[in-house]
């Protein structure tokens, strides 16, 4: 991956105004030349956590099925968490948050909007029914997805090594 794709991605964790100020400090190629991968990366609405941004350059490339074993559950950030339980109904929501002591937990409800965060937590006082294969299920396609996520990411065109 040449360091222009690099700089994208890493820029694409940060927060609009510290992005900006990095870009506006860089030379106009290299400007110029970084803007038109965030922007594809804005279009696939992928903004990663810089943890996850380490987490995805420290990987190797190369072969596409290490890129999907890349993420899981256990290592994921809120946010890609969010991304991929956002359309989940909150009873899987809090299966899957009562499931272990993810590190990721506080910062996943914290994502929540008010009104969800609150019936999640509201579901999570509730007696759920103990279901270990849907347990199980739910958990696997839910690291597939971040798998898919991951894998989307490497495999766009512009991406590619």
């Given amino acids: 991956m040449d360091g222009l794709r690099k700089a994208a991605l890493a820029l694409s964790g940060l927060r609009d105004a510290d992005r900006d100020w990095i870009l506006a400090r860089l030379p106009s190629g290299t400007q110029s030349g970084i803007a038109p ?11 990663l956590e810089p943890e996850d941004v380490a987490q995805l350059l ?15 559950l256990e290592l994921a950030s ?3 968490v ?16 009562r499931a272990r002591a ?15 965060r609150k019936r999640v937590r509201a579901t999570l ?12 299920a739910a958990l ?10 991951a894998a989307e990411l490497w495999e766009a065109p512009a991406w590619r090594s």
């Fill in 140 to 149: 696997a396609a839910i690291e597939e997805r971040l798998r898919s996520m």
């Fill in 125 to 136: 006082r509730q007696a759920l029914p103990e279901r270990p294969k849907v347990l199980n």
């Fill in 78 to 80: 809120p946010r890609m």
């Fill in 102 to 116: 993810w590190p990721w937990r506080a910062g996943f409800l914290e994502l929540l909007d008010a009104e969800r």
């Fill in 58 to 72: 420290e990987a190797p490339r190369k072969d596409a099925e290490t890129v999907r074993a890349v993420p899981t």
């Fill in 37 to 47: 991968l965030l922007e594809e990366l804005r279009a696939m609405r992928i903004r």
């Fill in 82 to 97: 969010l991304e991929v339980l956002e359309a989940e109904s909150d009873w899987l929501v809090a299966v899957v948050l």
